[in-house]
């Protein structure tokens, strides 16, 4: 199969690799091109803008933002205007709902497929094929593509016909992540103060009642204050939590937490963390606890 993948960051560079590696013929493009030399090296071929990476049977996308999504769909050498006729988009972004229903409907109306798939999964899991893939769209067109995500992921979740829908539920499950890093932070600047080791804390919670990747995965970072490599950093929580609360507005849903989680992320950039994995915000609760 002819693909196109655009968007080489943390993770979408072993997304790419790993269907570099399953033999398909494949095509990349990335903002920042040197990115993309080992992807050539391999044997993927390098396109000089998005449109020219559309040009086959299917087109992934997976840039940060909603912004730089409009670009890739819209700008100058974009794809919607590239992809041939029956063609498939599958974006990995992390998508406003409102975005993603203006995506749909350009798609449809050109005549293509499209298919949102937001991934749960760090960049190690990425590189180890172990991603969660959550796909909606038309089942055909998920289908069709099932065999790719087959080899970037261990589990393929689909959750419905309109694509938007599991961007709503990616927004959610990573609320539901921050809200388990921020409960955390809090916790273990309590057990610290009062004298208890961070690493004895991290083995109880994750020993007992709280035993999930979440836990495991930030609950050792936060133990080790281990913020310099990040996975998702906290412009990643700003905007995901941002584009949450901004879905349960427009459903009249109120979410205090969110707002709450929100507000940390902005503070903790704003104490100069920008660079740092987004469970820095427990360093933050360590700080207002007078823990240096």
């Not at 943390?10 to 493009?29: C, F, R, T, W």
């Not at 109120?254 to 709450?260: L, R, T, Y």
Request: some cysteine; glycine content about 10%; aromatic content about 6%.
């Amino acid at each position: 199969m002819k693909i196109g993948f655009i968007g080489l960051g943390k993770m979408g560079y072993p997304v790419a690799e790993n269907i570099l590696n399953a033999g398909h013929d494949l095509s990349v493009y990335n903002r920042t091109a040197a990115k993309a030399d080992p992807l050539k090296d391999a044997g993927a071929s390098v396109a000089s803008n998005p449109a020219e990476a559309a040009a086959g049977d299917v087109v992934f996308t997976m840039p940060f933002s909603d912004d730089h999504m409009d670009e890739v769909m819209f700008g100058d050498g974009g794809i919607l205007a590239a992809m041939k006729p029956g063609a498939i988009h599958v974006c990995m972004s992390t998508l406003s709902v409102v975005t993603a229903d203006r995506i749909t409907q350009a798609h449809t109306d050109a005549g293509h497929g499209y298919v949102a798939a937001p991934v749960m999964g760090r960049p190690e899991m990425a590189a180890a094929a172990k991603l969660f893939v959550l796909a909606a769209g038309n089942a055909k067109t998920i289908e069709t593509v099932q065999p790719i995500f087959d080899v970037i992921g261990q589990r393929t979740f689909v959750l419905g016909d309109r694509p938007s829908q599991s961007n709503l539920i990616k927004l959610c499950l990573n609320f539901m992540a921050a809200s388990a890093i921020n409960s955390m932070g809090e916790s273990m600047a309590l057990a610290r103060k009062c004298g208890i080791e961070p690493d004895a804390y991290l083995e109880v919670f994750t020993g007992t009642i709280f035993p999930g990747v979440v836990y495991q995965t930030y609950g050792k970072i936060i133990a080790d204050e281990n913020y310099d490599s990040p996975g998702a950093d906290l412009d990643l929580g700003i905007k995901d939590v941002g584009q949450l609360i901004e879905a349960a507005t427009a459903q009249t849903v109120p979410m205090p937490i969110a707002s709450v989680l929100h507000n940390n992320f902005v503070m903790a950039k704003a104490r100069g963390n920008a660079d740092k994995d987004w469970a820095v915000v427990a360093k933050l609760m360590a700080e207002n606890a007078g823990i240096e």
